[in-house]
């Protein structure tokens, strides 16, 4: 398996103008559409009316690819930490990290969401495989 990306020419990493207001995410935008940008995804900086900093993260299994779940980032807190989360289904982790390791973080969120479609894939391939 490798790691990859379905790009889709249409969606594009949002370039935010100078005056466009970023809220409390404007010190991790740069890390969080970089890390993005440089993988092919998208970044959904918005839900309903909240202001929000949401990935889906994709797989490519053989000549197909799959989502693997989604990772979305909270603006710093009040001790300047970020909260960082992955979810899939029920799979579920949650973390709060100093700005300087957030790269990091998504890079392991990325792999942990790999790494339990890999275990989600393997358990529903040995429960359809006929029996002797």
């Not at 990306?5 to 969080?32: E, S, W």
């Not at 890390?35 to 900093?53: F, I, M, P, S």
């Not at 930490?81 to 390791?101: M, N, S, T, W, Y």
Request: proline share 5%.
């Amino acid at each position: 398996m490798r790691h990859g990306i379905a790009v889709n020419a249409l969606c594009r990493v949002p370039r935010f103008r100078q005056d466009h207001p970023m809220g409390d995410y404007k010190a991790i935008d740069p890390i969080v559409l970089g890390w993005a940008e440089a993988r092919g995804l998208h970044v959904y900086t918005g839900h309903k009316q909240n202001d929000v900093r949401s990935i889906t993260i994709y797989v490519w299994f053989g000549a197909r690819h799959e989502s693997t779940g989604h990772i979305w980032i909270d603006p710093k807190n009040e001790l300047g930490l970020i909260g960082a989360h992955a979810a899939a289904g029920a799979f579920r982790f949650d973390d709060a990290v100093p700005p300087e390791k957030l790269l990091s973080t998504l890079d392991a969120l990325s792999d942990r969401l790999a790494e339990h479609k890999q275990r989600t894939e393997a358990v529903a391939q040995t429960s359809i495989s006929p029996r002797m």
